[in-house]
Nanobody, 128 residues
């Protein structure tokens, strides 16, 4: 497992942008598939996006495709989530998650149950 710490959340007006960061501990960050999930008040946690260990493949939830962009810097042990054109319905706690790429998973079918390391979350609030 890996220790994850998210940052970058905050309050923004609709149409605005934020960049979330997730810093990971350990020397094997480049071997982890990374994902972002979010949970709004009273709702279940939902998948947002995943990125392969190399960063060469990404998979987005339909609700954020075209507005959010995931990237990773394996040298810095960090994964980023750029949130653009934010909407009030994007308000949620955003969680970073990791799972070893040695597990038999693909990012196109991955779910929260595949991930075994989670950050504490960072709040994103979008005002209308």
């Amino acid at each position: 497992q890996v220790h994850l710490v998210e940052s970058g959340g905050g309050l923004v007006q609709a149409g605005g942008s934020l960049r979330l960061s997730c810093a990971a501990s350990g020397r094997t960050f480049s071997s982890y598939v990374m994902g972002w999930f979010r949970q709004a008040p009273g709702k279940e946690r939902e998948f947002v996006v995943a990125i392969s260990a190399s960063g060469g493949s990404t998979y987005y939830a339909h609700s954020v495709k075209g507005r959010f962009t995931i990237s990773r810097d394996n040298a810095a042990n960090t994964v980023y989530l750029q949130l653009n054109s934010l909407k009030p319905e994007d308000t949620a706690v955003y969680y970073c998650a990791a799972v070893s790429s040695q597990k038999p998973i693909t990012i196109w079918t991955i779910s929260e149950y595949d991930f075994d390391s989670w950050g504490q979350g960072t709040q994103v609030t979008v005002s209308s």
